[in-house]
T-cell receptor
Framework: GAVVSQHPSRVICKSGTSVKIECRSL??????MFWYRQFPKKSLMLMAT?????????EQGVEKDKFLINHASLTLSTLTVTSAHPEDSSFYIC????????????FGQGTRLTVV | GQNIDQPTEMTATEGAIVQINCTYQ??????LFWYQQHAGEAPTFLSY????GLEEKGRFSSFLSRSKGYSYLLLKELQMKDSASYLC??????????FGTGTRLQVFP
């Protein structure tokens, strides 16, 4: 099956710093990638839809200036958490689909972000 | 608005059968997915339904009724390793998946 690689798997950063998370589709071109956030014992909350070559579409309530998304190529999307605060600590997961008709979303391994 | 509901928690015994229900109200419908997620890990794909009826895959089966906005995931011959969260997700008018609240299943010996 298709593979989506997410890096890093864990990161600890100081308050006020920025953290970049990468999501790569390893064996297919992903026109669209999705970024989710998950709090402990909760389900996945869609943050934004990342489209190659255009601006990301953010869900209601998600700050676009705080969570910067760049989808520079068909195999790479990045999420940058800017000026991180402890409340940004969470599990961030990306997913990718081959195309709009694909029946499966492939997920990255997730990134555990801890802001201290 | 969009709403996807699942029971929060369920328990079952090893070797038994368990049914996890999911009801949804979404803007459009282009498929319903079930994912399994172990703590601290990413979700893994279990099943996909776009037409009414039952899809069987080994010990797992998934059912869909579009007119009722209802699906269930059936797990047979439960094993301890099936203890996990089970996520129902719906693809609406766009290709993004909206996830339900998730059901934490605990299997006891």
């Amino acid at each position: 099956g298709a593979v989506v690689s997410q890096h890093p798997s864990r990161v600890i950063c100081k308050s006020g710093t920025s953290v970049k998370i990468e999501c790569r589709s390893l064996d297919f071109q992903a026109t669209t990638m999705f970024w989710y956030r998950q709090f402990p014992k909760k389900s996945l909350m869609l943050m934004a839809t990342s489209n190659e070559g255009s601006k990301a579409t953010y869900e209601q309530g998600v700050e676009k200036d705080k969570f910067l998304i760049n989808h520079a190529s068909l195999t790479l999307s990045t999420l940058t958490v800017t000026s991180a605060h402890p409340e940004d600590s969470s599990f961030y997961i990306c997913s990718a689909t081959r195309d709009a008709m694909n029946t499966e979303a492939f997920f990255g391994q997730g990134t555990r972000l801890t802001v201290v | 608005g969009q709403n996807i509901d699942q029971p929060t928690e369920m328990t079952a015994t090893e070797g038994a059968i368990v049914q996890i229900n999911c009801t949804y109200q979404t803007s459009g419908f282009n498929g319903l997915f079930w994912y399994q997620q172990h703590a601290g890990e990413a979700p893994t794909f279990l099943s996909y339904n776009v037409l009414d009826g039952l899809e069987e895959k080994g010990r797992f089966s998934s059912f869909l009724s579009r007119s009722k906005g209802y699906s269930y995931l059936l797990l047979k011959e439960l094993q301890m390793k099936d203890s996990a969260s089970y996520l129902c997700a719906v693809r609406g008018n766009t290709d993004k998946l909206i996830f339900g609240t998730g059901t934490r299943l605990q299997v006891f010996p």
